[in-house]
Structure formats: C-alpha cells, structure tokens
C-alpha cells in the first residue's frame, strides 16, 4: 500500500511564501510524474503544477513565475515552493504521483491535501 503525505500548508499573507511537502511512502518501486491540484471551494481540482521523473515541468498560467515544483527521486518526494501569493491561491492542495509498486502494478495515488490559505 502506498500513502502520500502533503505538508507545509498554512495560514499566510499576501506576497508571502510558503513550501508545500509531499512523501510518498509503502510499497513503491518507481514514483513516475508526480504533481499537484488545487481546490477552492465550490470549484473543481485543477492541475497546478507537474513535473516528470526526468525533471521536465509544467504549469498552470496562474503560477507561473510565482511557485516552483521539484522532486527528489531517491526519496518519492515532490515540492512545491509558493512566492508572491495571493489571495486567489486559496484552495486545498492535493499531492498526485504514477506510481509502480514492487509487483508492477501501475496507478495514481492521491494525497489527503493541505490547506492554503492567503488573507488579503
């Protein structure tokens, strides 16, 4: 069984920063893309940034420029780093990775999520 575990999430001000944590722990031969979504509410989860196994990266118009997303493949982790936050970042934001586990199977896992908050 494999979990990922988001933390770093919080309360900040506008034109603040924070990092954005995310393990991914069990039964895990290869962690593949790994991403993260966000969710405001009363809207649906949209793709903030991803980035592949080889490094390549992609982002949301919205972040561009502002936050940053890497990973350590040796640990199946991923980051986000937020700068120049602002309000309109408020949502919960969920960790995403492919994952092989030690007997091949292949699949998506999802985090719980961690809540950002950005006060104006």
């Known amino acids: 069984q494999v979990q990922l575990v988001e933390s770093g999430g919080g309360l900040v001000q506008a034109g603040g920063s924070l990092r954005l944590s995310c393990a991914a722990s069990g039964n895990i031969f290869r962690s593949n893309g790994m991403g993260w979504y966000r969710q405001a509410p009363g809207k649906q989860r949209d793709l903030v940034a991803a980035v592949t196994r080889g490094g390549s990266t992609n982002y949301a118009d919205s972040v561009k420029g502002r936050f940053t997303i890497s990973r350590e493949n040796a640990k199946n982790t991923v980051f986000l780093q937020m700068n120049s936050l602002k309000p309109e970042d408020t949502a919960v934001y969920y960790c995403?990775?492919?994952?092989?586990?030690?007997?091949?199977?292949?699949?998506?896992?999802w985090g719980k999520g961690t809540l950002v908050t950005v006060s104006s």
């Open positions: 995403n990775a492919g994952i092989v586990d030690n007997r091949g199977n292949s699949y998506s896992q």
